[in-house]
T-cell receptor, first 113, second 107 residues
Framework: KAGVTQTPRYLIKTRGQQVTLSCSPI?????VSWYQQTPGQGLQFLFE???????NKGNFPGRFSGRQFSNSRSEMNVSTLELGDSALYLC????????????FGSGTRLTVV | AQSVSQHNHHVILSEAASLELGCNYS??????LFWYVQYPGQHLQLLLK??????LVKGIKGFEAEFIKSKFSFNLRKPSVQWSDTAEYFC?????FGAGTRLTVKP
């Protein structure tokens, strides 16, 4: 079965711009989580969506937002980009109860210049 | 607030050496514990998981982890590492991840 698909793979944006990242989960997975990965910081949890509702949220500013569609696909939006937003953004999907862990996508590498 | 701590930032071992990577968490309720691995140039993969039952869990590629509730720990072990184990290892409690430990195995 197809894995978690994230698009685009790479993005270069300018400070102040906004960006939208997309994630298609594994078929049948209804939970989608987003993470920011930077060297030395590990994976920082952004938020989790389940059945189009945000179920959990990390400690990121309101510039970071997301949504989930009825087909479980999810998008993440970052507005007013800052240099510090440069990172690998990972999407992970799981079954409803999360108990089996997450399946990760390859990520979107965002560079803010 | 929940947190996950991985003690070692970078571990360097020779092939056939034994491995133990530490993971501690701060959360008093029921926890689902995971170890993930990220090989160079690849995406994160689930190595093993613990929900309940036997506190010693076995994962793929000869890895195992022991859940010690009294110590809030979930350390990862492997008796004899190989060069191909070179990767970054992440401990997770539910959706919260540690900062990761980079393992370098010298041939």
């Amino acid at each position: 079965k197809a894995g978690v698909t994230q698009t685009p793979r790479y993005l270069i944006k300018t400070r102040g711009q906004q960006v939208t990242l997309s994630c298609s989960p594994i078929s049948g997975h209804r939970s989608v989580s987003w993470y920011q990965q930077t060297p030395g910081q590990g994976l920082q949890f952004l938020f989790e969506y389940f059945s189009e509702t945000q179920r959990n949220k990390g400690n990121f500013p309101g510039r970071f937002s997301g949504r989930q569609f009825s087909n479980s696909r999810s998008e993440m939006n970052v507005s007013t980009l800052e240099l510090g937003d440069s990172a690998l953004y990972l999407c992970a999907s799981s079954l409803a109860d999360r108990g089996n862990g997450y399946t990760f996508g390859s990520g979107t590498r965002l560079t803010v210049v | 607030a929940q947190s996950v701590s991985q003690h070692n930032h970078h571990v360097i071992l020779s092939e056939a050496a034994s491995l133990e990577l530490g993971c501690n968490y701060s959360y008093g309720g029921t926890v689902n514990l995971f170890w993930y691995v990220q090989y160079p140039g690849q995406h994160l993969q689930l190595l093993l998981k613990y929900f309940s039952g036997d506190p010693l869990v076995k994962g793929i590629k000869g890895f195992e982890a022991e859940f010690i509730k009294s110590k809030f720990s979930f350390n990862l072990r492997k008796p004899s590492v190989q060069w191909s184990d070179t990767a970054e290892y992440f401990c997770a409690v539910g959706m919260r991840f540690g900062a990761g430990t980079r393992l370098t195995v010298k041939p």
